[in-house]
């Protein structure tokens, strides 16, 4: 897909779940030119990165900015990396299906004829979404609602999966968000007004191309999600499980399981194969000790083994996982 780059970003903490992203996509066509973007990796994480040839460094010193006003600072990341007619934001807590690269195309050639600047799916109206949210600090963006007069029956989006056809657009989500003092889900609220300024916007039906939150809530069934996002402000839908690479006891990864057995299976598919096809890479890095023995399973989790292994196979992780 060469009109095309795919980019993510992460910090440590997110390591392994882009780690997972990563190797949903590797047998897709979207493969070619994938990228993960430096949002506060460690030295290790980078160069795991950095040897698949798919790493794009911070385009100045971090410090310490959250992932979110990093993410809206996607304009000058992929500057250096060559002009395409579709940058692709994609989170890092998402798995994409292998027909992914197929669909996109599809999608991609929809919105080149349609002459449309943006597309992302829609999660709820505006006003909706200011009520459910008022727990957080978000008053920022009701500030700016206010100050413009935006109408609160107008579509919020979900920023997890964003295609961009305009560097225009990039632009002012930058320049808007660095106007804008940080607050909660900051990147998406900011990408929402620039929406709201009059942009061309097609709306992507959830369930293909931003599976995540309510779409949860029923027994899956029908057509697989292309884009399936691990993410929901209701706790039912996953949990979060602190995991390891074996022999790295400090090191935590934040790993998001779904509840949605379908989809936890899925989960766990992709990350088998990543087990089996990374470790080579991995103990390269310095993320895993060179003398690992062959075919052992190196993500660990800090939990009894006793206790019930995540992937619900009812069996015990000492027997299932552990071993
Ligand atoms: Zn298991």
């Given at each position: 897909m060469k009109d095309t780059i795919l980019v993510t970003g992460?910090?440590?903490?997110?390591?392994?779940?882009?780690?997972?992203?990563?190797?949903?996509?590797?047998p897709t066509s979207a493969a070619e030119n994938f990228f993960v973007l430096d949002f506060g990796l460690k030295e290790e994480e980078k160069s795991f990165f950095r040897s698949k040839g798919i790493l794009v460094d911070a385009p100045g010193a971090i410090g310490d900015p959250h992932p979110w006003a990093l993410k809206a600072m996607l304009h000058d990341y992929v500057a250096n990396l060559q002009p395409s007619s579709n940058i692709i934001w994609i989170d890092s807590d998402i798995l994409v299906n292998g027909n992914f690269g197929t669909a996109l195309r599809g999608l991609l050639d929809e919105m080149a004829n349609g002459q449309v600047a943006v597309a992302a799916s829609p999660e709820m109206k505006?006003?909706?979404?200011?009520?459910?949210?008022?727990?957080?600090?978000?008053?920022?963006?009701?500030?700016?609602?206010?100050?413009?007069?935006?109408?609160?029956?107008?579509?919020?989006?979900?920023?997890?999966f964003v295609i961009f056809r305009s560097?225009?657009?990039?632009?002012?989500?930058?320049?808007?968000?660095?106007?804008?003092?940080?607050?909660?889900?900051?990147?998406?609220?900011?990408?929402?007004?620039?929406?709201?300024?009059?942009?061309?916007?097609?709306?992507?039906?959830?369930?293909?191309w931003?599976?995540?939150?309510?779409?949860?809530?029923?027994?899956?069934?029908?057509?697989?999600p292309m884009v399936l996002h691990v993410t929901s402000h209701r706790p039912e839908h996953y949990k979060v499980h602190a995991c390891g690479f074996?022999?790295?006891?400090?090191?935590?990864?934040?790993l998001?399981?779904?509840?949605?057995?379908?989809?936890?299976?899925?989960?766990?598919?992709?990350l088998e194969k990543f087990v089996?096809?990374?470790?080579?890479?991995?103990?390269?890095?310095?993320?895993?000790?060179?003398?690992?023995?062959?075919?052992?399973?190196?993500?660990?989790?800090?939990?009894?083994?006793?206790?019930?292994c995540p992937c619900q196979s009812g069996k015990p992780y000492a027997d299932c996982h552990a071993a």
């Open positions: 992460v910090d440590s903490k997110f390591f392994l779940m882009a780690c997972l992203l990563y190797q949903s996509i590797k505006t006003g909706d979404f200011v009520s459910r949210f008022s727990n957080l600090n978000i008053w920022p963006f009701i500030r700016a609602l206010t100050e413009r007069k935006l109408p609160l029956d107008a579509d919020y989006y979900n920023s997890g560097v225009a657009f990039l632009k002012a989500w930058r320049d808007l968000a660095k106007a804008t003092p940080f607050h909660a889900l900051f990147d998406q609220n900011i990408f929402n007004l620039v929406v709201q300024g009059g942009v061309r916007i097609l709306s992507l039906p959830r369930r293909v931003n599976f995540h939150a309510s779409d949860f809530d029923e027994e899956f069934s029908g057509e697989e074996t022999g790295a006891q400090n090191d935590c990864y934040e998001r399981l779904l509840n949605a057995r379908h989809f936890l299976d899925y989960q766990f598919q992709v089996s096809s990374e470790k080579a890479a991995l103990c390269a890095s310095g993320l895993l000790p060179p003398d690992l023995p062959e075919g052992k399973f190196f993500v660990e989790w800090n939990i009894p083994g006793d206790q019930s």
